[in-house]
Antibody, heavy 122, light 110 residues
Framework: EVQLVESGGGLVQPGGSLRLSCVASGFTFRSYWMHWVRQAPGKGLVWVSRINSDASSTNYADSVKGRFTISRDNAKNTLYLQMSSLRAEDTAVYYC???????????????WGQGTLVTVSS | QSALTQPASVSGSPGQSITVSCTGTSSDVGGYNYVSWYQQQPGKAPKLIIFDVIKRPSGVSNRFSGSKSGNTASLTISGLQAEDEADYYCSSYASSTTWVFGGGTKLTVL
């Protein structure tokens, strides 16, 4: 069974930093692209970042570019999101999501974690 | 990276069909056949129900179907059931290896 479990959320002051983790199990983690998607309280889903299977390629939404860094450790089956210069508008539940194997179509999100809440407030 | 446009809400009675639209541009919805749809129940993670415009993952009811015309994609739910009440989001691959979501549509089953 595919499982994605996020952790690392919490309360942080504006301008602060936080690192989120997502531990994967039930599939060959090193073979799949992974994403972070966030959802502000009561709002819609927003794509944040993507990393390819061997971490050689990363992409970011304009709203987080230069402040957030996505990475992965395939030996530990873990995805990360390092967030810095945090703003109130970064307050959201952060989900990690898997893209399907690219021999089918890797342009969607087929499994999601339960999310971890990040609150940016003084 | 502007959000795709969805109606805020739709409603229907049990057994009826409803359609949710998702409008983007030629740089996202219109430019690629990589539109996907997600169902999100309150307090839960999103669930993939349609990918590549028209395809259904295994285990998803065939009451859910997708289509696209130009810059607008659509999700149709036929034979509406009470359990279909949820928020629905479209997503599209966009240029420069980025993705974009719609603002979400709340489906109410009357």
């Amino acid at each position: 069974e595919v499982q994605l479990v996020e952790s690392g959320g919490g309360l942080v002051q504006p301008g602060g930093s936080l690192r989120l983790s997502c531990v994967a199990s039930g599939f060959t983690f090193r073979s799949y692209w992974m994403h972070w998607v966030r959802q502000a309280p009561g709002k819609g889903l927003v794509w944040v970042s993507r990393i390819n299977s061997d971490a050689s390629s990363t992409n970011y939404a304009d709203s987080v570019k230069g402040r957030f860094t996505i990475s992965r450790d395939n030996a530990k089956n873990t995805l990360y999101l390092q967030m810095s210069s945090l703003r109130a508008e970064d307050t959201a539940v952060y989900y990690c999501a898997r893209a399907p194997f690219c021999t089918t179509s890797c342009y969607n999100f087929d499994y999601w974690g339960q999310g971890t809440l990040v609150t940016v407030s003084s | 990276q502007s959000a795709l446009t969805q109606p805020a809400s739709v409603s229907g009675s049990p057994g009826q069909s409803i359609t949710v639209s998702c409008t983007g541009t030629s740089s996202d919805v219109g430019g690629y056949n990589y539109v996907s749809w997600y169902q999100q129940q309150p307090g839960k993670a999103p669930k993939l129900i349609i990918f590549d415009v028209i395809k259904r993952p295994s285990g998803v009811s065939n009451r859910f179907s997708g289509s696209k015309s130009g810059n607008t994609a659509s999700l149709t739910i036929s034979g509406l059931q009470a359990e279909d009440e949820a928020d629905y989001y479209c997503s599209s691959y966009a240029s420069s290896t980025t993705w974009v979501f719609g603002g979400g549509t709340k489906l109410t089953v009357l």
